[in-house]
């Protein structure tokens, strides 16, 4: 009997690899190659485009450059035109000057069309946990507009919980986040209240994890929801001309335009008071150490208890489902390039 690897659609919002805004996407990639045995096509946007949510640039024109990272972070080539490796590059991505979500849409319907199974966004450098950074955050976008495309979506997020992380972790977080998704891909989940087209499965998924390399060791999973919080002002009035004091919006300088930047005030957000944040939710699960793996809806809301099912039979209801933890045995579990460990799968 012939089989197919099964293809994936890799995007994100950070951008192609660099050790600043993009440290994550090399490695995981390479990890789903060398693990699963996957084919993994990327399509990233040119420059980093975090707190974008799920947008489209509607007026611009999107070029594409062929970009060939190499070993061991990703470094490459960037070219507008196609041509063959070179020794030591290790692939072809596409970089694109559009958003997450236009990645996505693009490679769903011009650069592959028909072809892609699973998209997967990310990983993000840094937590999407809550609905004030779900909402705003372009990794999730990009998985928002593959379910819209009918495709099944993983929107995946790294948390920075100290100012550093070392390379074991973010070692270990390619190891459990490439469990999680072959084992999502293998046992989807069902919502009989969502789209028949699809099924009535579950439109996507947002798993968190903690880089923090104590809890990866052994991991503890947990089926979440989404935490509702909100945020204040994101944006600062730059200092006058000369001066290092912010201009009081209310009342600025009469010879001096008023200028804004991006300043958000993030402790609340990233620091909340654990007594603020329900047990079940994604950002309780991600605080305590824990992988949040969270249900999906596309249209703004959270999957209804009643009439869910997650992967492996866990059923929805009162003490169960959102909140339970996912029992996962890591032993078992393949680490990427392991001789003989990879697990095959195939459509």
């Known amino acids: 009997m012939s089989t197919k690897r099964l293809r994936v659609l890799l995007t994100n919002d950070d951008g192609p690899p660099s050790t600043k805004e993009s440290p994550n996407i090399f490695s995981f990639a390479r990890a789903l190659e060398k693990t699963l045995g996957w084919d993994v096509k990327v399509v990233v946007p040119s420059s980093q485009k975090s707190w974008i949510g799920k947008a489209y640039q509607i007026q611009d024109n999107i070029a594409a450059n062929y970009y060939y990272p190499t070993e061991p972070e990703g470094a490459g080539e960037k070219t507008p035109f196609r041509r063959p490796l070179k020794e030591g590059e290790v692939g072809e991505w596409i970089l694109l000057d559009g958003t997450p979500a236009t990645c996505t849409n ?26 004030a950074f779900s909402l705003s955050s372009g990794t999730i976008g990009a998985a928002l507009s593959g379910s819209l495309s009918r495709t099944r979506s ?25 469990e999680i998704i072959r084992r999502l891909w293998e046992d989807w989940g069902v919502d009989t209240n969502g789209w028949a087209s699809r099924k009535e499965e579950i439109d996507l998924y947002s798993v968190n994890l903690p880089l923090v390399e104590e809890k990866l060791k052994d991991p503890r999973v947990f089926f979440t929801r989404v935490w509702r919080n909100n945020y204040a002002s994101l944006f600062k009035p730059l200092p006058s001309a000369g001066t290092k004091e912010p201009v009081d919006p209310t009342n600025p300088p009469a010879d ?82 392991d001789e003989g460990g990879s697990t095959k799968a195939a459509l």
């Open 106 to 131: 693009i490679s769903l319907f011009n650069l592959y069309p028909g072809e892609i199974d699973l998209v997967i966004s990310g990983p993000n450098f840094g937590r999407n946990s809550s609905s």
């Open 154 to 178: 993983i929107a995946l997020s790294y948390g920075i919980m100290n100012r550093t992380f070392t390379p074991e972790s973010l070692r270990l977080a390619n190891i459990a986040s490439v």
């Open 256 to 337: 001096e335009q008023l200028v804004f930047h991006f300043k958000p005030d993030m402790h609340p957000l990233i620091n909340p008071l654990a007594s603020t944040v329900p047990v079940g939710t994604d950002t309780w699960a991600i605080d305590q150490g824990y992988i949040s793996v969270c249900p999906l809806r596309a249209c703004f809301a959270a999957p209804e208890e009643e009439g869910m099912q997650l992967g492996s039979g866990i059923e929805v209801g009162p003490q169960q489902g959102l909140g339970k933890e996912w029992v996962i045995d890591w032993a078992a579990a393949a680490s990427p390039g």
